[in-house]
């Protein structure tokens, strides 16, 4: 029997490997198969596991921002220039664009599934806002290359070490009373998403938020990242707020590899 | 329009499609989303007494033919999966509720559990190619199958379902061993054991190396499975193995299975699955003005057309 068959990993080395923050390091890779911002990849680290990442950069160069936080991100961080690692994918639902002014409010490393859309939105009048909150300066994910998109960039610290202190929500709550959006995108804590989407309420303007949850097929089929019988992998991980604020999972728990839920 | 109603093991089913195992399972949510999209019914996922992750990713990859997969059994365990029955059960359809152990004691722990969850029916997993300890390697001894099977069945008083391995010498003689045990039904195939193997790193994809090999590709197996069953157990049969399309319907159903299981399909047609089989299924039928799917049960076995 013969057929193409996509849901495989491809091997790819790593040609670019850039230490953005003491968390975060920034993988790159060659690779022509055509993304949309706020799409994702299977990323396997042979011998490790295969982990869902966002994709930083969606052009012909693909990047992924990793967080060591766990076994497989922390044995992703590891890896060298040279080293090899599987792709499949890209997967999912992307941001949808809207004509207008549009407004993106990142929180921690949510950002960097929406720095390829900021660069996109960027190129065209008028500029996005752009709001990037963390914990702390050392923290923060992406500045210099959103102001390099052209980007209005806002920055946010939980305790004043950079930009405003306060929360990405607070810089949110104030841009939305000055100026007028055509869409909101958000990724970051789910708290902040609900808080942003509620925020965003108010102008009716549409709110595109990317979720994570624990995945392990990505095709939609295995269960693990259900939320209200939607599967993020496929019908995410860009999903419309109206979609998603409804569901009792939302900012309250989520689902570990048994499909025990857990606290958020 | 034919009618699409059946009956198997006790259950009355408005179609012959049931959601099999392991698919779209982990969350009662998802389980009422396959039933509302049009399933007869559905099984669970299969569900142990613990917690358990099952086996690091990758734990499915693509292959000519389907998927290879090797989850390894995760569950939350049957406590923490009351309340996924419960959402399973809202739409009103049958639900059965699909277990393993790694003995008889162990079986009827929790099919005494899964039955007070509600559940209309049990299917024991005696199948599962990739478990040490569990599934298949139960499975694929007809006393271990026989004596389960008893202990399960005189332990509830809802249907008893057991799934059976085609990774074996003979899989009429475990079939004939649940029949004896006194199953109301057997389920068949599960997976092919099956693996890949990367060219670039010269390792397997799974994490597990080996796994269970569904979709189109096992068809030819599973309909041979479900014809030997056929003539040698009484007891009906729920036959699957790569049914895709309503003319698979219809084969495995004129090889002997009362009802259906799919799975693999729902990948690629999610939503749609079950509406689309049984429109083909009703056009299959139609056309040759049956107005029933029960009429074609075991009919390429040469009885009167």
């Known amino acids: 029997m013969t057929g193409r068959v996509h849901h495989r990993p491809r091997i790819v080395a790593i040609c670019e490997k850039v230490r953005e923050t003491p968390l975060v390091t920034t993988l790159r890779w060659k690779d022509s198969t055509k993304a949309k911002p706020g799409q994702y990849v299977m990323v396997w680290v042979p011998g490790v596991d295969e982990i869902p990442m966002s994709l930083c950069d969606t052009g012909d160069l693909k990047g992924i921002a990793v967080h060591a936080k766990g076994e497989a991100t922390a044995a992703l961080v590891k890896l060298r220039k040279g080293d090899r690692m599987g792709i499949r994918g890209p997967y999912g639902h992307g941001f949808r664009h809207k004509m207008g002014k549009c407004l993106i409010v990142a929180g921690g490393t949510g950002i960097a599934c929406l720095a390829p859309l900021v660069e996109k939105l960027a190129r065209r009048w008028p500029r996005p806002s752009v709001v990037i909150g963390a914990k702390t300066k050392s923290e923060l994910l992406f500045v210099e290359r959103m102001r390099r998109s052209g980007a209005e960039v806002l920055v946010t610290t939980d305790d004043g070490s950079a930009g405003r202190k306060g929360f990405a929500t607070d810089a949110a709550y104030e841009l939305l009373n000055r100026n007028r959006y055509a869409a909101v995108y958000s990724c970051g804590p789910e708290k902040m998403m609900r808080i942003t989407a509620s925020l965003a309420q108010c102008q009716s303007a549409p709110v595109q938020l990317s979720l994570e949850r624990y995945m392990k097929c990505g095709i939609g089929i295995c269960d693990s990242c259900a939320m209200g019988g939607l599967h993020i992998c496929i019908e995410g991980p860009v999903l419309d707020s109206r979609r998603v604020v409804g569901l009792p999972d939302f900012g309250v728990f989520r689902r570990d590899a048994c499909g025990r839920k857990e606290k958020i | ?305």
Not at chain 2, 245 to 253: I, N, R, S
Request: charged share 20%; net charge neutral.
């Open chain 2, 1 to 305: 329009m034919a009618d699409l109603t059946v009956d198997v093991a006790g259950l009355r089913l408005e179609n012959p499609f049931i959601l099999a195992s392991g698919v779209w399972g982990e969350t009662g949510e998802t389980l009422a989303r396959a039933l509302r999209a049009g399933a007869g019914a559905v099984v669970t996922k299969s569900i142990g007494p613990e917690p358990r992750a099952g086996y690091a990713n990758p734990t499915v990859v693509e292959v000519p033919g389907g998927l290879i997969n090797a989850m390894g059994l995760p569950n939350p365990g049957i406590d923490a999966y009351a309340e996924e029955v419960e959402a399973a059960l809202k739409p009103g359809k049958p639900v059965i509720g699909s277990i393993f152990g790694a003995d008889a004691g162990e079986f009827t722990t929790l099919a005494r559990r899964m039955e007070k969850l509600g559940v209309n029916a049990l299917e024991l997993n005696l199948s599962c190619p990739h478990a040490k300890g569990y599934g298949a390697q139960l499975g694929q001894d007809p006393d271990v199958t026989k004596r389960i099977t008893a202990a399960v069945k005189a332990a509830v008083g809802i249907p008893v379902l057991v799934k059976l391995t085609p990774n074996v010498a003979s899989i009429p003689a475990i079939g004939k061993a649940a029949e004896e045990g006194g199953a109301d039904a057997v389920c068949a195939i599960n997976t092919l054991k099956g693996m890949a193997i990367d060219l670039d790193l010269f390792r397997p994809v799974l994490s597990h190396g080996t796994g269970g090999y569904s979709g189109p590709g096992v068809k030819p197996v599973g309909l041979a499975c479900v014809w030997e069953l056929f003539e040698a157990v009484k007891i009906p049969i729920i036959g699957m193995g790569g049914i895709s399309t309503g003319g698979d319907a219809a084969e495995y159903m004129l090889a002997g299975a009362s009802a259906l299981q799919v799975g693999t399909a729902v990948y690629k047609k999610r939503d749609r699955t079950f509406r689309d089989l049984c429109r083909e299924l009703d056009r299959f039928l139609s056309a040759r003005r049956y107005r029933s799917p029960r009429a074609l049960i075991g009919k390429a076995h040469g009885g009167p057309a």
